[in-house]
């Protein structure tokens, strides 16, 4: 993507829910913790809610923080 004439390297973060097919894409300047997590909560706030079944393609460890559900006993 070129931003202000200098070509730029960009993450995306798409969320596409199940049953309506409705999709949310945000971009970053680059890949982080803190932008997963920014891309879940604006999706989830686009979205009205967080639905209630979720596929992480990206990662599975951060529907343990998420969704209290989610954690398995060990």
Do not use: N, W
């Not at 200098?6 to 932008?35: D, G, N, W």
């Not at 920014?38 to 596929?55: L, N, Q, S, T």
């Amino acid at each position: 993507m070129e931003l202000g004439g200098v070509v730029q390297t960009i993450k995306v973060a798409h969320f596409r829910l199940a049953y309506s097919r409705k999709m949310f894409v945000v971009a970053y300047p680059r890949e982080s913790q803190e932008m997963v997590f920014d891309a879940h909560i604006r999706a989830f706030e686009f979205f009205g809610g967080v639905p209630k079944r979720m596929v992480s393609a990206t990662a599975p460890a951060l529907l343990y923080l998420l969704h209290p559900c989610s954690r398995m006993t060990t």
